[in-house]
């Protein structure tokens, strides 16, 4: 399931949502690289800045999440959504999924603006992130059949790591990860799951259901040099996840 079999043209035909969300985040991120465009309006106009929000800028609820602070803080956010993102999207569908991302992310950002002072401003999309971990943990309590064990297994133990550094690094926004968890949870316990569902990858043009078979045939078709740049990008995003 979290496994990337696929090649760049197969990765934006399967998951289109995904691929536009991390298209967002790079040209956010190249314009305000731009000399001659004032970068600091982008985060004058997006970032979510409590003060303004309570003067009636609700849009920034949901702008903080396609915004980042840094190429690393992009880069991350990105291979964190590569990775966890795809399952989610062919399970649910573009608008299923498009409304979990920005409800989990929006309703962290509401969080982190009830319980943090006016002077406080944050980006990022580790809120929405979160969201889709709290997904899957709403999957094994209530559906653990769409998900494998070793499957189970990975998602629990990043999400426990995750939260356990949430509270130890600095510069972290807590309540946007804990309250993205939580919200993404919450949305997961009241959706309807189809029985017969299941979590399907795309690889080399056809659709092969996600269990530790097929993902084995596949892993032993890649070339070494695909393994080595997914196991680079699973690594990136799991220091990425858990260390912000």
């Known amino acids: 399931m979290f496994s990337r079999t696929e090649n760049f043209q197969q990765f934006i035909r399967y998951y289109p949502i995904v691929s536009t969300i991390i298209l967002i985040h790079i040209l956010l991120y190249l314009v305000t690289l731009i000399p001659i465009f004032p970068s600091r309006l982008i985060f004058e106009t997006l970032a979510g800045v409590n003060l303004y929000i309570a003067e009636g800028e609700y849009w920034r609820f949901i702008t903080p999440i396609f915004l980042h602070s840094g190429f690393a803080h992009m880069l991350f956010n990105s291979f964190s959504l590569v990775l966890f993102g795809p399952a989610l999207e062919k399970m649910l569908g ?20 009830l319980v943090n002072p006016l002077s406080y401003s944050h980006v990022g999309s580790s809120g929405a992130i979160f969201a889709l971990f709290g997904f899957y943990l709403a999957i094994i309590l209530f559906k653990k059949h769409l998900l494998s064990r070793q499957n189970s297994q990975i998602v629990l133990t990043i999400t426990v790591i995750g939260l356990v ?24 316990s009241i959706v309807y799951f189809d029985k017969n569902v299941k979590v399907t ?25 695909k393994l080595i740049f997914w196991g680079v990008v699973l690594v990136l995003a799991i220091v990425g996840l858990i260390g912000r």
């Open 94 to 113: 573009k608008t299923k999924f498009t409304l979990l991302y920005l409800a989990g992310g929006t309703l962290a950002n509401v969080a982190t603006y």
């Open 165 to 188: 550094m949430t509270f130890i690094q600095p510069n972290v926004n807590v309540a946007a990860h804990v309250f993205g968890l939580i919200s993404g949870f919450l949305i997961g």
């Open 201 to 225: 990858i795309p690889f080399s043009g056809k659709f092969q259901s996600t269990n530790i078979r097929s993902v084995k045939q596949n892993l032993k078709s890649l070339s070494p040099g």
